[in-house]
């Protein structure tokens, strides 16, 4: 039996588990050609050049690497050379133009992490969480042009508990790529596949996060932006303002103990937690880091930065995560 020529586009380390199982488990069905991933870039306070997870493993395994800023003819014509017959994405953050999805005769698929058609683009996983869901999963489904709205073939649920953030979510999300990817690519490959159109009415959609995103807003309440703090960790993380100070929160608690005072008021200091009231009941922060420190407990942060209690912190308006629509981008366009 011959191998399927396979490229495999993607820039998240949410990814690797997958990526391993397919030079194991489909190492005798799957010629991994290369992969497609985005450029190196630079941050930091040293600017210094970041290499992204899918790029240092892909070296390691001695597999070609390409790294275009657009996906233009350059890369369709690499992808004809290889003989790419079949092309698999995850997390890789771009729309792929009618050209290139129409290249492998198998089609392209994508592992998107969410249970579509719910939180289609960018950050599904942080928006299930801010969303307070218990449950979210990835989705294995084949790339139209149209944003995230192509056939279902399956999808592996996974629990979102109420300590999990960003990353441990991420880590169970590819886990479960893993599981989806082995109970249907044989499938794929072999044209026994069937997908099912989406429901389009039941949509809802993500963006690109933002740094500002991880201001807090004290009238929401303590549930929600307790979700929105694990949503956001560890990028962007969530901050308030006091006295012209930023202030990071770690770790969080919701107490939804009724209150009659306004939003936003440093209550005090109680058994570890700074309490702030909120649009409805109190959010406990356990953990704290001053800009330029380190997180420390609540309890000894305090100790070495006074938060005289009585003080209502600023108003910041939190940009919602989720829409019913498409986000529009910058330049007024979806």
């Known amino acids: 039996m011959s191998k399927i020529s396979t490229v495999f586009m993607g820039s998240d380390a949410i990814a690797l588990p997958m990526l391993r199982d397919l030079l194991t488990s489909f190492n005798e069905r799957i010629s991994l050609k ?12 040293g600017l210094k050049l970041k290499i992204n997870p899918i790029k240092s ?9 390409k790294q275009p800023v657009k996906l233009g003819n350059e890369i369709c014509h690499w992808l004809e050379e290889q003989g790419c017959a079949f092309i698999i994405i995850m997390a890789y953050g771009r729309i792929l133009r009618e050209k290139l999805l129409k290249i492998p005769k198998l089609g392209v698929i994508n592992l998107h992490a969410s249970l579509l058609p719910a939180y289609r683009g960018a950050s599904p996983i942080p928006a299930a969480i801010a969303s307070g ?11 139209v042009p149209e944003l995230d709205a192509g056939p279902i073939l399956d999808y592996e649920k996974v629990s979102i508990d109420l300590i999990d953030d960003a990353h441990m979510v991420g880590t169970k999300i590819g886990k479960a790529a893993v599981i989806v990817t082995e109970r249907n690519l044989s499938k794929i490959i072999e044209g026994r596949s069937k997908f ?35 949503a956001l ?30 939003p936003g008021v440093i209550i005090g200091e109680k058994h570890g ?6 649009g409805s009941g109190i959010l406990r922060m356990l953990e704290l880091q001053r800009q330029g420190g380190r997180l420390l407990p609540a309890k000894e942060f305090l100790r070495g930065f006074k938060m005289e209690y009585g003080t209502v912190l600023p108003e910041k308006r939190m940009v919602p995560l ?12 979806y």
């Open 57 to 65: 493993w892909a070296v390691q395994n001695n597999i070609a690497v």
């Open 133 to 143: 869901d218990c449950f979210t999963g990835v989705t294995i489904m084949r790339v």
């Open 273 to 278: 937690a700074l309490c702030v009231s909120t």
């Open 322 to 333: 989720v829409s019913s629509q498409p986000f529009l981008k910058k330049n007024g366009s």
């Open 34 to 45: 290369g992969v497609i991933t985005q450029p190196d870039h630079h941050s930091g306070r």
């Open 233 to 262: 960790t560890p990028w962007p993380g969530c901050v308030f303002y006091f006295d012209m100070h930023r202030i990071k929160i770690g770790k969080v608690k919701a107490d939804n103990k009724p209150l009659s005072i306004e």
């Open 196 to 230: 099912v159109p989406q429901n389009n009415k039941e949509a809802t959609f993500t963006r690109l996060l933002d740094k500002k995103d991880g201001i807090l807003d004290f009238r929401a309440s303590a549930n929600d932006l307790a979700n929105r703090i694990r």
